[in-house]
T-cell receptor, first 113, second 111 residues
């Protein structure tokens, strides 16, 4: 199994508070991704990174920011959490772009009250 | 842009039945095609993949053939087990950083 961990695995927070989710990999893969998974919507890309300090927006980036200061860590921040951000968040990594497999972390279940 | 369409679920089968989950795609160029599986409470994991036309990916009794003429990558298994109950995602990846996923198909297998 690819070495990907996510922390925390579960979090309950209140509306308006900032939240940071961490993805850590031990594979030295260049590309990292944050997705959210909601019933009826499948997987939706929030942000991705194609190298240290190189990030870009996905299809549902509003209300989220990311940072990648080291190859192994990719942080997702909800600047001011809202109930619509209650979801399961997955991190993924891949070594290359074209034709390459993505490896997923175990997920973080976030509940915003 | 790229897109993936897969059949909606849930698909409900009895153990040892034949499984087909349809997947069709739209893409420019020659993408690689994937099936991922997600077991309850876990992240997605690669089930199989194919990187060029007419390639067949296979794993754990599952198969899918890359059909460029019909832009399809249907997932099949001859005899499903209860342990195959999961959500299956079809995906493609071309030359960009961003893969494209289908919405997932839930499979429920009854004993």
């Amino acid at each position: 199994d690819a070495g990907i961990t996510q922390s925390p695995r579960h979090k309950v927070t209140e509306t308006g508070t900032p939240v940071t989710l961490r993805c850590h990999q031990t594979e030295n893969h260049r590309y990292m991704y944050w997705y959210r998974q909601d019933p009826g919507h499948g997987l939706r890309l929030i942000h991705y990174s194609y190298g240290v300090k190189d990030t870009d927006k996905g299809e549902v980036s509003d209300g989220y920011s990311v940072s990648r200061s080291k190859t192994e860590d990719f942080l997702l921040t909800l600047e001011s959490a809202t109930s619509s951000q209650t979801s399961v968040y997955f991190c993924a990594i891949s070594e290359n772009t074209s034709g390459d497999t993505q490896y997923f972390g175990p997920g973080t279940r976030l509940t915003v009250l | 842009g790229n897109s993936v369409t897969q059949m909606e679920g849930p698909v409900t089968l009895s153990e040892e039945a034949f499984l087909t989950i349809n997947c069709t795609y739209t893409a420019t160029g020659y993408p690689s095609l994937f099936w991922y599986v997600q077991y309850p409470g876990e992240g997605l994991q690669l089930l199989l993949k194919a990187t060029k036309a007419d390639d067949k990916g296979s794993n754990k009794g599952f198969e899918a053939t890359y059909r460029k003429e019909t832009t399809s990558f249907h997932l099949e298994k001859g005899s499903v087990q209860v342990s195959d109950s999961a959500v299956y995602f079809c995906a493609l990846r071309g030359g960009s950083y961003i893969p494209t996923f289908g919405r997932g198909t839930s499979l429920i297998v009854h004993p």
